[in-house]
């Protein structure tokens, strides 16, 4: 687990002469351009780990965070290296450093371009999704919500369903994920935002999602009703529209997830169709004009 931020100097040297993956014979660019913004696809990996019982550690090394020690590739080598560190040694990273070095660019790094980087590598980026999940002989399908209804399992005696949110760590470094839920948009002045009760939580993925991986936090659906529910009996003339999943990260940030229809909320009957839906949110607003107009 690295906690590491690089500094726009030190992005601008990395960066700045390095063309594609240090690994021998990878030719996947490290930085592309689309429309003048420019997309990272490297990780900063280290030759010699920041922190006891990491990949390659050395105590006696001072400058784990320097320039000498980062060494630029692509994800699928990142991995490589560090889980299988004693196929990869000290001496032939800083060769493999050499020659990335040496790969040069023909105008280097604008200023621009530099700061676009240093962002995109200190910066969390992560997506939400509203999932449903499926289990049955000891494994979990995930689906989008909305696909769910839709499953059939063969050759399952019991199958349990759940709702989930999903948060992928689509950027260049590793946050925590404090908190996850939805929010209700029930066509008023402010969303209902319900978070998943730590204490039903199904299944509680590690807090820290390292870049390009993915978890799932289930909650149990008559759960996830009841507390719906209760909110709904308190703004009884209020229907609710969509909702979208959410993380809170660490780093103090909200991620969304696209708004899903309100129907697939695990608070309605089998019958409720999107058409009943939309009359019971347009029944719910004529109900608040005319409470309006009464008052």
């Given amino acids: 687990m690295s906690h590491f931020k690089p500094s726009p100097k030190l992005c601008k040297l990395l960066f700045g002469r390095a063309s594609h993956c240090a690994y021998p014979e990878c030719e996947e660019l490290l930085i592309q351009e689309h429309r003048g913004k420019l997309s990272v696809t490297a990780q900063i990996a280290h030759i010699r780990a920041e ?12 400058g784990v965070n320097s320039e000498e020690n980062p060494l630029l590739l692509c994800p699928k080598h990142h991995g ?49 999704e509203a999932v449903g999940v499926i289990s049955a002989g000891g494994e979990n399908i995930v689906s989008k919500i909305e696909n769910v209804p839709s499953f059939k399992l063969l050759n399952a005696d019991s199958e349990q369903r759940f709702m989930g949110v999903r948060i992928s760590n689509v950027g260049a470094i590793g946050f925590d994920v404090d908190s996850v839920g939805v929010e209700i948009d029930v066509d008023g002045p402010a ?20 870049p390009q991986a993915n978890g799932v936090w289930l909650a149990d659906p008559d759960t996830v009703c009841n507390g719906i529910r209760l909110v709904m009996q ?21 991620v969304f997830g696209p708004w899903v229809s309100a129907l697939h909320l695990p608070i309605w009957e089998e019958h409720v169709t999107q058409e009943w839906l939309d009359g019971f949110v347009d029944l719910a607003k004529q109900t608040r004009e005319k409470l309006g107009r009464d008052t």
């Fill in 51 to 62: 922190s006891v019982g990491g990949p390659r550690y050395d105590a006696d090394f001072e």
């Fill in 80 to 128: 490589w290296i560090d889980d299988f560190e004693d196929d990869y040694p000290v001496d032939e990273l800083l060769d493999w450093k050499r020659r990335q070095a040496a790969q040069g660019r023909s105008a280097g790094l604008t200023e621009n371009q530099a700061e676009q980087i240093f962002l995109l590598l200190t910066t969390p980026r992560a997506e939400a």
């Fill in 191 to 210: 969303p209902f935002v319900y978070g998943f009760p730590a204490i039903h939580r199904l299944h509680r993925p590690p807090r820290r999602l390292e």
């Fill in 234 to 254: 308190r703004v009884k003339v209020y229907a609710p529209v969509r909702f979208r999943a959410f993380g809170n990260l660490g780093s103090g940030g909200r």
